[in-house]
């Protein structure tokens, strides 16, 4: 059973410029999450796909959007870059009927200058 | 607003000791809590869940509505329990839309 992947694991951008980022998730789960972890903090959660739908979205603004596609993995992209979107961007996936059950990615470190 | 709190940022105990990663939240409702760990270069992973009541590695956690904690406790911490560990609350029961606290860095010394 393949694990969460995300890619890149690095990437350096600068300001303004827009960035997407990718996470496939575990096999055969159908639900992803994305959070983003500043550095010394915890994870904040920013949205969740469910079946190709956005379901339900924490206190991040529109520029950050996301897609997920008919096998399951997802994109995060992020417009008009600020210094502030540097972090590590995490992607967890959950199975059908998971409940309670998370399962995260290594993470892709996006860095923004 | 929901919000998880971990009061220590970092934590240290002799091997052999007791101890004790502290959480308090703030949520209006029936909580759902969690435990996550990260050892050293590795993946977030659960580490256990208070609707389970499970032990896991030995750690267990209550949860308090009283005083709105979820503490994570084992008895006697080993080296291989050094680690980052984050408490986490469910936005909504059973949607893994995770708050999570800032973490708490634990090391066991020898």
């Known amino acids: 059973e393949t694990g969460v992947t995300q890619s890149p694991t690095h990437l350096i951008k600068t300001r303004g410029q827009q960035v997407t980022l990718r996470c496939s998730s575990q096999s055969g789960h159908n639900t992803v999450s994305w959070y983003q972890q500043a550095l010394g903090q915890g994870p904040q959660f920013i949205f969740q796909?469910?079946?190709?739908?956005?379901?339900g979205r924490g206190n991040f603004p529109p520029r950050f959007s996301g897609l997920q596609f008919p096998n399951y993995s997802s994109e995060l992209n992020v417009n008009a870059l600020e210094l502030d979107d540097s972090a590590l961007y995490l992607c967890?996936?959950?199975?059908?009927?998971?409940?309670?059950?998370?399962?995260f990615g290594p993470g892709t470190r996006l860095t923004v200058l | 607003a929901q919000r998880v709190t971990q009061p220590e940022k970092l934590l240290s105990v002799f091997k052999g000791a007791p101890v004790e990663l502290k959480c308090n939240y703030s949520y209006s409702g029936s909580p759902e809590l969690f435990w996550y760990v990260q050892y050293s270069r590795q993946r977030l992973q659960l580490l256990l869940r208070?609707?389970s009541r499970e032990s896991i590695k030995g750690f267990t956690a209550d949860l308090n509505k009283g005083e709105t904690s979820f503490h994570l406790k084992k008895p006697f911490a080993q080296e291989e329990d050094s680690a980052m560990y984050y408490c986490a609350l469910d936005l909504i029961q059973g949607a893994q839309k995770l708050v999570f606290g800032q973490g708490t860095r634990l090391t066991i010394n020898p």
């Open positions: 208070h609707i």
């Open positions: 967890a996936s959950s199975p059908p009927g998971g409940w309670d059950t998370q399962y």
């Open positions: 796909y469910y079946r190709e739908e956005e379901n």
